[in-house]
């Protein structure tokens, strides 16, 4: 449907609110006008995946969001360099004393307070942007310390790290949905809204398969190149495969010519919207007359006028 026609209100606002009520989950507010939900029975959680930040400090990452750097900090302690010196995994992690460089407290870069100016931050004279102390840089595997493995950007520590196959394979879904050129240790808050969106893709596909999950999203293809969309629509379909459900909110036709069921709003937006125009597979909802999104589809979709 077109913009303002009620989608986000629906997915969002009801759908959402009013699953997470009935699960008894806290903070989810409470859900817009409705008759009556059904098929509750079907799923056993609901998961909104929307583009808010994956995390509010710095110190968080990409690799650590999906499980990933918690691997490579176990990897690094087993090493013979890190067990002859006594290392254990908390001396690879920039947040804890001991194995972090003190100076910059890890954060490889240090605050300098400006009086009539915004603070500036410059790299850590100490451990030139390292976040580590030398005696932890001194550790290697295969020919690179921690911080280097940091730098990397997450297709490169898949292939550094193909031999050990618990920590590929959260690297390879960071890749399957189009972020492997991240720099591996790259701040959470400087990720943006699609890019967060995707990260949390990532960790729920590499989550072992148990519960029949309802995902939702919000417009995620938004700022994707054509390229990236397609990969995106494999990921969502591993998720489907997976005996998962999907609910997308989306104006992209490559997405809507995809989907199993099509459910479009409108006619209009704002107070010409709220109301259902056409349900259906996408070729019924092509061919519905009053649907705005009609004429698109039907051309994405190759049919006669």
């Known amino acids: 449907g077109p913009s303002g026609s009620g989608k986000s209100t629906l997915v969002d606002d009801v759908l959402f609110r009013a699953i997470a009520r009935s699960y008894g989950a806290e903070g989810a507010g409470t859900p817009g006008a409705h008759e009556e939900l059904q098929g509750l029975e079907q799923i056993d ?17 990409p690799c650590s969001y999906v499980g990933a750097f ?11 360099e890190a067990k002859l010196r006594g290392f254990r995994p908390g001396r690879f992690s ?12 890890g954060m490889g870069s240090r605050c300098v307070p400006m ?9 850590c004279e100490t451990c030139n942007g390292a976040r580590y102390n030398p005696e932890t840089l001194a550790v290697r595997y295969r020919g690179r310390n921690i911080a280097e493995v940091l730098q990397m950007t997450v297709a490169q520590a898949r292939e550094l790290f193909a031999a050990i196959p618990r920590l590929a394979r959260r690297l390879q879904v960071l890749c399957d949905v189009g972020l492997g050129y991240l720099p591996m240790g790259q701040s959470a808050p400087t990720l943006s809204g699609g890019e967060a969106q995707r990260v ?12 029949h999950t309802l995902y939702l999203l919000d417009e995620p293809t938004t700022g994707l190149h054509v ?13 489907v495969d997976n005996g998962h459900s999907v609910v997308i909110i989306e104006h992209n036709l490559d997405v809507i010519k995809s989907a199993d069921y099509v459910i479009d709003l409108g006619p209009g937006g704002g107070d010409r919207g709220g109301e259902l125009v056409a349900a259906g597979r996408p070729e019924e909802v092509a061919a519905c ?13 190759g049919l006669p006028d």
């Open 289 to 301: 007359r009053r649907s705005a999104t009609a004429p698109y589809l039907k051309a994405a979709l």
């Open 115 to 123: 009086h009539f100016l915004p603070d500036v931050w410059v790299t």
């Open 70 to 80: 918690d691997i490579i900090r176990e990897l690094f302690a087993s090493l013979p």
């Open 227 to 239: 390229a990236d969309v397609k990969q995106l629509l494999a990921v969502l379909s591993r998720l």
């Open 45 to 61: 959680k609901v998961i909104n995946i929307d583009q808010t930040p994956i995390g509010g400090t710095p110190r968080s990452n």
């Open 200 to 211: 949390k893709l990532a960790r729920e596909l590499a989550r072992p398969v148990r519960d």
């Open 94 to 105: 920039f947040n804890m004393k001991g194995g972090r460089c003190e100076a910059c407290q």
